[in-house]
């Protein structure tokens, strides 16, 4: 007889069907949960580290602007001072010590010795030799800010008790040297607003993937009670229904990088109010000037309406790339007539755009898809093609819609027996898009020019029912 304990281990038919049907299931759908997780942490790793990239980018043009304004301030007394004029030097400091900005910002001034000139907002510093100082992890501070001013201008970064707090956070500075004086001028903006921006982003993003896991792990388990009850025909069914569920996964985190775009073009357009600070003091500049008769005073409006002008093209360019308006409000058609005008401005490269009306047949996903195959084929001319000409069409066909980008440059290298639409990172993002959308890509390539080709099935034009009630091409 088999022993109680051994019978008590062996398996019905239907337990082992269960079994060979559901645990491949869980296993495919564990590897599943672990890949998107993966693919997601490494996607927003990128999106957050180009967030931090242009938010620190942004302080450090904001740095500059400062700096710059420092020196319009001076330049004419430091211009006609000999090295050792000790009433010019003095005169400068007065000058910096009275330029304040924010809650924390102000000039400071060490000479080459390392003593300390000018330093508003922390006045115990002054008159004192700071040779050898360091932060809180031995990173130098006097020494590298002279250094740098020795061999002209630079940043530095360190850790720095903040003036209206006494707190210590992360300091960017921007110094500049003044040769014939032996001192190093410079100016700092503290970071933690920026990485709490990014920890928040970060924050945002885990949340998200597990949320993400938690569905993938209920639909799991849904999956194995109706394997549990349905038996080996169900389970086939299921089997169809994960793949469903995966593509539609796959097209969930690209929504979501498309609404983080959103979110992140939002922020930047309300941090870039920071750089208007400096057209602030421009004008100030300006207004004192005026209160003197001074005739510096137009150099100084037109300084300060230019740094405008420069804050304004800023949230304008960086609005449009990450999530263009003329695409939700106008449609396609003008969005890629913007996309290519601003293209040609700043490249200098000619571009032919033409788009036949179809009064916006095209659904959202499929818009968005087409700007961002056409944003990244030409940002790949601009960086690899050295092409002097790109011709973009879009139009529709009996196909569906299509979208064409040729340029005359170099081509694209290719490996032998490589696929050329997977050859680049932005091929593939591509490809990537162009087939969540059961579309095409084909790309052509050789010596004389790329052609990029993307085609849009019928599948995603919208009925004159259904269709937006905008008034565009696209």
Known sequence: ????????????????????????????????????????RQLAAREIAALEAQLIEAKRDELRNYISIARTAFVNIYGRAAPDDEDAKLEVTRILSAMLYGQDGYFFVFDYDGNNLVAPRQTDLIGRNWIGLTDANDTPITNRLIELARSGS??????????????????IVYVSGLQDWQWAVGTGIFIDDVLETVAIARADVEARIDRTTLYIMSIAIGALMTVFLSGLILNLSERRLADAKLKELTQRVIDVQEEERGRVARELHDGISQILVGARYTFELARRHLIKNDNRATDSMDKGIASLGGAIQEVRRISRDLRPGALDDLGLGPALKALTDDFAARTGIAVEFETVVFRNRLDQNSRIA???????????????ANATAV???????????????????????QAPGENRARSGLGLRNMAERIEQLDGTLRVLSAGDGTTIEAQVPLSHMLTPETQAPRKDSA
């Open 1 to 40: 007889m088999i022993p109680t304990a051994l019978r008590s281990l062996s398996l019905t038919y239907r337990q082992k069907v269960f079994l060979l049907a559901a645990l491949p299931l869980l296993l495919a759908v564990s590897l599943i949960a672990v890949v998107v997780a993966n693919q997601s």
């Open 154 to 171: 630079g940043y530095h970064s360190f850790d720095w008790p903040k003036p209206s707090t006494g707190e210590t956070a992360r300091m």
């Open 370 to 384: 087409l700007y961002r195959i056409a944003q990244e084929a030409l940002t790949n001319i601009e960086r690899h």
């Open 391 to 413: 011709t973009l069409t879009v139009r529709g066909t009996r196909n569906g819609a299509v979208l064409r980008i040729s340029d005359n440059g170099t081509g694209i290298p």
